[in-house]
DNA sequence: TATTGTTATACTCTATAACTATA
DNA sequence: TATAGTTATAGAGTATAACAATA
């Protein structure tokens, strides 16, 4: 009879649930998850199509397309550089910052309620050793 | 000047980085992400279609294709349940219980060593909490 | 009537390989 | 030559709506 889940099992367990989480309010903001990341990377500046892509994982063949349908859905706009003309900067329009802001807040407050429950000292060090294990983590999602 | 990242954000990150390793592990083991989950979903039991479409979050209809795809690759089987012949049990066959197998161990392995570096006191504090947030999850991955 | 599962259809997401333009 | 980005193509994953079989 064990009381405790392992590390490994708990991890992947919160890990569905955030996932899910992160689906469902992406859904009512009209955002695919996929959407959703690319959104939040913008969030503190634009990005060439190459940094994006590193900083979310893809290739940038798949990148290309993932832009195609956000900027034809008036998410983000694709402007040259003029420092070089390879590079395409992808930026938030208006209606995007307001469609991923929606999204952060209320992601935000679903995962700060998820946590709110524990006691005030548990929470605290929970967060704490969450901040310590994802050093390194690229910023998907800031504060 | 912030020395700590909020709960949100860090479990945010937390997400991304075991989704990462999940889909890592998953091309190791030449399983897709949603193959992956499926298996382990099946790991202790056989399920019906409407039950394991329940547990993984998805329409019955989407399952359709992802059993077809395993099935063609000779990771499961449907079987007939003869006390109610309305319903399709998916069963792993050894081929996919050892892909799952692999998979899990290796996972295991990966998030164990994540936490690894931690203080035990601060180890265990986290692994209780996080099962404690995980209460309520469906057994997607077990110990 | 309600439930189980499938089919038809359409769209998103993703990768690999080949290509163009610029550095 | 190397880097940035796109196109072409193929396959996986997902949803909605309509359907068939069984309870």
């Known amino acids: 009879m064990k009381e405790t889940l392992g590390a490994a099992s708990g991890l992947v367990r919160l890990t569905f649930l955030v996932q899910n989480l992160?689906?469902?309010?992406?859904?009512?903001?009209?955002?695919?998850?996929?959407?959703?990341?690319?959104?939040?990377?913008?969030?503190?500046?634009?990005?060439?199509?190459?940094?994006?892509?590193?900083?979310?994982?893809?290739?940038?063949?798949?990148?290309?397309?993932?832009?195609?349908?956000?900027?034809?859905?008036?998410?983000?706009?694709?402007?040259?550089?003029?420092?070089?003309?390879?590079?395409v900067k992808v930026t938030l329009t208006a209606a995007g910052a307001d469609a991923v802001h929606k999204f952060h807040d209320q992601l935000t407050e679903r995962l700060e309620k998820l946590v709110a429950d524990l006691p005030a000292t548990e929470r605290e060090r929970f967060t704490r050793t969450l901040g310590r294990l994802v050093t390194g983590v690229p910023a998907v999602f800031a504060d």
């Open 22 to 87: 992160y689906a469902e309010i992406g859904r009512g903001c009209d955002l695919t998850v996929a959407q959703a990341q690319m959104l939040c990377a913008l969030t503190e500046d634009s990005l060439g199509m190459a940094d994006l892509s590193a900083t979310l994982g893809l290739e940038r063949s798949s990148l290309t397309g993932l832009v195609d349908r956000a900027e034809h859905r008036g998410l983000v706009v694709r402007e040259g550089d003029p420092s070089d003309r390879r590079v």
